[in-house]
């Protein structure tokens, strides 16, 4: 789907806190919105539960949202911030044409105060490569191929994701990656160790900065969409209500699974630094054996993971 | 006005019928009792082409009246099918006779922008996705049609049904027709028969009684779809019947055993009422019943 580009114009706040989740704990992101709509079409992503946004809304009036990410900066300077652009879109998906993120990535480099992160499952970093900085974290979102296959299928295959993420750290840059969302579907058990054993195989673990985890979770008009379509990966589990309204893996599944990814990720890597995403105290206990209850107790420990990686350059 | 016999009308051309069902009891009776009062709209053709009144031309029909009154005129299909619409749009439309005229303007080719104009007229979006849906109702069989009538049905419930074969369907229909069911019974049952069938699975019609209850019908098609849940509450309701509390202690678990915690909600009338319920709830505590019932909610349990 070629959806038309409309260039807006830049005004109100599009430097945000990440909206979150009522009685789930965020990760204190600040998201900010250079690109509303996508053109990757996966399966399950929310902005399909938008009727009305048939085109990619973009916002290119960098000096506004340069001062809005400053002032932020400014406001928030206990912390160490850390913002991305790919909340409402993909970073890198259209950055050949757009070429949104090269003087964001230099503002970043030049600030040295925060942490900016293009998140993508598009593998390209060619029209960024040349201005990637210490200060910007590349993230892509992995899955197992079958996945990327049947629900991400106009995305990057995995091989080239995480071509890319090496090339990124044979560079000196560090690099994210996120297990988001992670689908429960017949054998997704052996999909996701084969995942992590390529992972281990070509990136170096030791210079990953954070790992996320989130099992699936999707607005109530998005079950109903994945009903008709006859989803049948995105269906195989066993969804409930959540306190938010929306869908989610129950409990004891959610558990079940966070535990064995995070088992499998942490033999093969110790430090890694993995949180869950979006997700309850309890199961931050159960999965972790740590005490996470608020945002604020997240932010710290990113904040801490941040220090260990860059000293005294943040 | 003039007076003509039914038999220089085709009754077979419905091409700018929008009613449905026909059959109007209400209707039936005022005719019966007053005659026809509103003249039908007929074409200037021959025989002629209704336009508007084929509730009343089948009210007559059935009465066995041989002449109607009606107005003749002259004009184009699409003039026709506008004051077919304008003639209807003032009384409260079902959702599918609001599908039957914008699938009569798709029909005639009038352009998008009427279509989505006459569509924002009957309160949905003009989006291409609803114009499609509205054009499978339009389409769909006569049961289909009766059965999203008959409950009120909305676009999801619609959209819902549409999503299982005419086989299925049918079986759908005739597993609910008896049952009285809210909005969100309706919804909650085809979204449970449809993920059944998405997970490749054959849905249980025979395992359904079709007598049953619609929170009975949603039982039995949860323990397909969520063993685990349904497996919590099985085990919940055990350790509650064991634990035997009396009628002043409630404990109330989080239906989808998300929630960390568990309310305990202890009615007193007097301090020994207290002591009493102090008493229990210590037993339950000893006994491991409030550990139990934590072990549901932490997700913790095994079986």
């Known amino acids: 789907m070629n959806l038309p580009r409309v260039h807006t114009e830049?005004?109100?706040?599009?430097?945000?806190?990440?909206?979150?989740?009522?009685?789930?704990?965020?990760?204190?992101?600040?998201?900010?919105?250079?690109?509303e709509g996508c053109s990757l079409s996966c399966s399950y992503c929310i902005l399909r539960g938008y009727l009305n946004a048939p085109h990619i809304k973009i916002h290119d009036d960098l000096t506004y949202i340069l001062a809005q990410v400053e002032e932020k900066m400014d406001i928030e300077s206990e912390h160490i911030l850390r913002?991305?652009?790919?909340?409402?879109?993909?970073?890198?998906?259209?950055?050949?044409?757009?070429?949104?993120?090269?003087?964001?990535?230099?503002?970043?480099?030049?600030?040295?105060r925060a942490l900016l992160e293009l998140k993508s499952k598009?593998?390209?970093?060619?029209?960024?490569?040349?201005?990637?900085?210490?200060?910007?974290?590349?993230?892509?979102?992995?899955?197992?191929?079958?996945?990327?296959?049947?629900?991400?299928?106009?995305?990057s295959p995995l091989h080239r994701r995480?071509?890319?993420?090496?090339?990124?750290?044979?560079?000196?840059?560090?690099?994210?990656?996120?297990?988001?969302p992670i689908i429960i579907y017949p054998g997704f058990e052996k999909d996701y160790f084969y995942l992590i054993q390529d992972i281990s195989r070509i990136l170096d673990l030791k210079r990953v900065i954070w790992v996320s985890m989130g099992l699936l979770r999707f607005m109530p008009k998005l079950y109903t969409l994945f009903l008709l379509e006859g989803r049948r990966n995105l269906l195989h589990g066993e969804f409930i209500r959540g306190e938010d309204g929306k869908y989610r893996y129950v409990k004891a599944e959610r558990i079940r699974v966070y535990k064995m990814l995070y088992e499998l990720l942490k033999n093969k890597e110790e430090s890694l630094f993995i949180y869950l995403c979006m997700e309850r105290p309890d199961i931050w206990k159960e999965v972790t054996g740590m005490d996470v209850a608020t945002t604020e107790g997240l932010t710290a420990l990113f904040d801490k993971r941040v220090k260990n990686f860059y000293g005294g350059g943040l | 006005m003039e007076i003509i016999e039914i038999d220089r009308i085709d009754r077979t051309d419905t091409r700018f019928c929008v009613s449905f069902p026909l059959e109007d009891p209400l209707l039936f009776k005022s005719i019966n009792a007053f005659g026809i009062r509103v003249p039908l709209l007929l074409l200037d053709t021959a025989p002629h082409t209704v336009v508007t009144g084929f509730k009343r031309l089948d009210v007559a029909c059935r009465l066995g009246l041989t002449t109607v009154p009606c107005s003749i005129r002259s004009m184009s299909e699409k003039d026709a099918l506008l004051t077919v619409l304008n003639d209807n749009i003032t009384r409260p439309l079902n959702m599918v006779e609001g599908a039957l005229g914008v699938e009569k303007m798709w029909g005639l080719r009038l352009p998008g922008e009427e279509i989505y104009a006459m569509m924002t007229l009957l309160g949905h979006e003009p989006h291409e996705k609803l114009l499609k849906n509205l054009l499978e109702i339009a389409r769909a069989d006569r049961q289909t049609k009766e059965f999203l009538v008959k409950h009120r049905a909305n676009m999801t419930h619609a959209e819902l049904l549409l999503g299982f074969s005419s086989t299925e369907r049918s079986e759908i229909i005739a597993l609910l027709c008896d049952m009285h069911l809210t909005f969100s019974q309706l919804r909650e049952i085809l979204q449970l028969l449809l993920l059944v069938k998405v997970k490749g699975e054959r849905i249980p019609f025979e395992e359904s009684p079709r007598a049953t209850s619609p929170d009975a019908l949603k039982l039995s098609l949860k323990?397909?779809?969520?063993?685990?849940?349904?497996?919590?509450?099985?085990?919940?309701?055990?350790?509650?019947?064991?634990?035997?509390?009396?009628?002043?202690?409630?404990?109330?678990?989080?239906?989808?055993?998300?929630?960390?915690?568990?309310?305990?909600?202890?009615?007193?009338?007097?301090v020994d009422d207290v002591e009493e319920t102090i008493e229990s709830l210590?037993?339950?505590?000893?006994?491991?019943?409030?550990?139990?019932?934590?072990?549901?909610?932490?997700?913790?349990?095994?079986?």
């Open chain 2, 223 to 270: 323990k397909r779809t969520h063993p685990i849940l349904s497996t919590f509450e099985q085990q919940l309701k055990e350790i509650l019947a064991k634990a035997a509390l009396p009628p002043k202690i409630s404990v109330k678990v989080d239906p989808f055993f998300e929630k960390e915690f568990i309310d305990i909600d202890i009615r007193a009338r007097s």
């Open chain 2, 282 to 303: 210590d037993g339950l505590i000893k006994n491991g019943w409030l550990r139990s019932i934590f072990e549901l909610t932490k997700g913790t349990h095994r079986n």
């Open chain 1, 83 to 112: 913002f991305g652009t790919g909340e409402l879109g993909d970073s890198l998906a259209l950055e050949r044409e757009l070429k949104l993120h090269r003087p964001l990535i230099e503002f970043f480099g030049r600030k040295k």
């Open chain 1, 10 to 35: 830049t005004k109100g706040d599009l430097v945000r806190n990440c909206p979150g989740t009522r009685n789930h704990i965020c990760c204190g992101y600040k998201t900010i919105d250079l690109v």
């Open chain 1, 162 to 180: 995480l071509n890319v993420l090496k090339q990124v750290q044979d560079r000196g840059g560090f690099i994210g990656l996120h297990f988001d």
């Open chain 1, 122 to 155: 598009w593998a390209s970093i060619r029209t960024v490569q040349d201005v990637l900085n210490p200060y910007t974290v590349v993230s892509f979102s992995l899955a197992p191929p079958r996945i990327i296959a049947q629900e991400e299928k106009r995305t």
